[in-house]
Nanobody, 116 residues
Framework: QVQLVESGGGLVQPGGSLRLSCVAS????????MSWYRQAPGKMRALVAR????????SLADSVMGRFTISRDNAKNTVYLQMNSLKPEDTAMYYC?????????WGQGTQVTVSS
């Protein structure tokens, strides 16, 4: 069955960095675009970044442009989210999902907390 397992979250100080990973299994990973979403307490889930099957095209939310980078390694069935210059407003549960606009499978999420 399809599985998406995120890792790499944690507590970090403002200005710090984290790299999230999402390992996929149960499907042909290289055939699907992948996305990262986040949900802060009391807010709707929102798109953070997404990447096409070969990594040639990427899309980032305005709020993370210039600070976050999405990448993938199709040989490892893994998509990454490199987060730099983290701000308290980046605090949220981060989810990996399969797809670009049609999103059919989600991971369980990994918590990112940015606080001093």
């Amino acid at each position: 069955q399809v599985q998406l397992v995120e890792s790499g979250g944690g507590l970090v100080q403002p200005g710090g960095s984290l790299r999230l990973s999402c390992v996929a299994s149960g499907f042909a990973f290289s055939n699907y675009p992948m996305s990262w979403y986040r949900q802060a307490p009391g807010k709707m889930r929102a798109l953070v970044a997404r990447i096409t099957t070969d990594g040639a095209n990427r899309s980032l939310a305005d709020s993370v442009m210039g600070r976050f980078t999405i990448s993938r390694d199709n040989a490892k069935n893994t998509v990454y989210l490199q987060m730099n210059s983290l701000k308290p407003e980046d605090t949220a549960m981060y989810y990996c999902t399969r797809g670009w606009t049609t999103l059919d499978y989600w991971g369980q999420g990994t918590q990112v907390t940015v606080s001093s």
